[in-house]
């Protein structure tokens, strides 16, 4: 139950493209989702955030769409650049206990020029 | 500001030895955590520390690790008798405070048992 199942690992998108990356979990306790992108030799860093009680978020580029029935959440990249090329990790925190933020296994996403 | 600060970024050490992994966190951060990344694997817990309270070590994988907080501020781990399934990076993050607070990561020590 304290799982979080991300989708694909791997993911090759041409400069421009829309990559996605989902996620999945189990326990409905959860209520704050992050996203955390990491480039090679540096630790991730926090990319954008959701609350369950909205459906979609924006930043930039960058957009979480959130299911809550589904227990799903997606990250999407409009306009993508090689620049965007790193790993990005979603993760699932009980609020009430910070020591359990639970990270999904992680998307390595490549976009060629 | 300075964020946080991991030493050494590279470890090379032989089979047996004990290595000692050292965290910074950023200044007023009351939680810190330790992760391990095995190459081109996921982020995995092993221990958390917030403020005054007992850290939760449910992450450890064996009694071969340890770590400990100084003061609230300066972490250390430690793997006694180093084996090779123990290489990987050893990733520090700190946070201002419990619940969304965003973690800050270091950018790891990367340690290597021969």
């Known amino acids: 139950q304290q799982q979080v199942k991300q989708s694909p690992q791997s993911l090759i998108v041409q400069k421009g493209g829309i990559p996605i990356i989902n996620c999945a979990y189990e326990?409905?306790?959860?209520?704050?989702f992050p996203w955390y992108q990491q480039f090679p030799g540096k630790g991730p860093a926090l990319l954008i955030a959701i609350r369950p009680d909205v459906s979609e978020k924006k930043e930039g580029r960058f957009t979480i769409s959130f299911n809550k029935s589904a227990k799903q959440f997606s990250l999407h990249i409009m306009d993508s650049q090689p620049g965007d090329s790193a790993t990005y990790f979603c993760?699932?925190?009980?609020?009430?206990?910070?020591?359990?933020?639970?990270f999904g296994s992680g998307t390595r996403l490549s976009i060629r020029p | 500001g300075a964020g946080v600060s991991q030493s050494p970024s590279n470890k090379v050490t032989e089979k047996g030895k004990d290595v000692e992994l050292r965290c910074d966190p950023i200044?007023?951060?009351?939680?810190l955590y330790w992760y391990r990344q095995s190459l081109g694997q996921g982020l995995e817990f092993l221990i958390y520390?917030?403020?005054?309270?007992?850290?939760?070590k449910s992450g450890l994988p064996s009694d071969r690790f340890s770590a400990e907080r100084t003061g609230g501020s300066v972490s250390t781990l430690t793997i006694q008798r180093t084996q090779q399934e123990d290489s990987a990076v050893y990733l520090c993050?700190?946070?201002?405070?419990?619940?969304?607070?965003?973690?800050?990561f270091g950018n790891g020590t990367r340690l290597t048992v021969t």
């Open positions: 993050a700190s946070s201002l405070a419990q619940g969304a607070s965003p973690l800050h």
């Open positions: 326990n409905t306790a959860f209520d704050y």
């Open positions: 200044s007023g951060h009351t939680a």
């Open positions: 520390f917030q403020g005054n309270s007992a850290p939760d």
């Open positions: 993760a699932a925190i009980l609020y009430s206990s910070a020591s359990k933020i639970i």
